[in-house]
């Protein structure tokens, strides 16, 4: 089974695109952030066409996030327990959903950005990774057999080898010892970054700015992962960020992150 997480930067930007790398990629399940619209809005009926079950969450044209599945969707749930909510008044933001596909329970993340160390959008950040965190800790402790892939857009650089300049960003959001602490709870909570030791770095990120020619001048940052519970870290044999795919007009600039399991 071929599972995989991509930031689309908004899904009906980039819907011919999508359907055409799920074509040639042949993923089974796809993990989607960011698709930038409501439930009304989503192009269901395209990705259905391509044999997906789909299940989406979303509430404006801010934040949404996806799991598209073609070896079962069951299961959904938008959120997790108790997760914090952000604006006036606060509710919870479309920035998780889970389904259980093929017998592993995916889910689609899209962290929030810290925007500033000193914004208030950081400390709404942490408070939303530790409570996924207690979440994951009790799924683990409730079945620790249990297939769990928690995958998406962390917005954080959790190694120096994760940003292309790290004087750049001294000072800056995505490497701060807060944020690295918050990923770094995940690990020792039992889960285990799947993909790295088959794309390991430096130089292998996930994302480019569209500005100033990041891309073109290689300057990115490895900010999307797949974290996988015991069980399932163990049924990985494989593990590649597409970064052809953010070559070429109408490109995200977020490159895909897929993952080989065994049966």
Sequence with gaps: MRIATWNVNSIRSRIDRLEAWLQ???VDVLAIQETKCRDDQFPFDRLKGLGYEVAHYGLNHWNGVAVLSRVGLEDVQLGFTDVPGWGDPVAPEARAI???CGGVRVWSLYVPNGRTLDDPHMPY??????T??????QWLADDPAAQVALMGDWNIA????DVWDMAYFQGRTHVSPDERAAFQGFLDAGFVDVVRPH???PGVYTYWDYTQLRFAKRQGMRIDFV????????RVVGAAIDREERKGKGASDHAPVVVELED
């Design 98 to 100: 889970g389904a259980v």
């Design 158 to 161: 959790p190694q120096d080898d």
């Design 125 to 130: 950040k942490l408070e939303w990774l530790a």
């Design 227 to 234: 974290l996988g519970s015991p069980a399932l870290a163990g």
């Design 132 to 137: 996924l965190k207690r979440n994951a800790k």
């Design 199 to 201: 794309a390991p770095g």
């Design 24 to 26: 040639r990629s042949d």
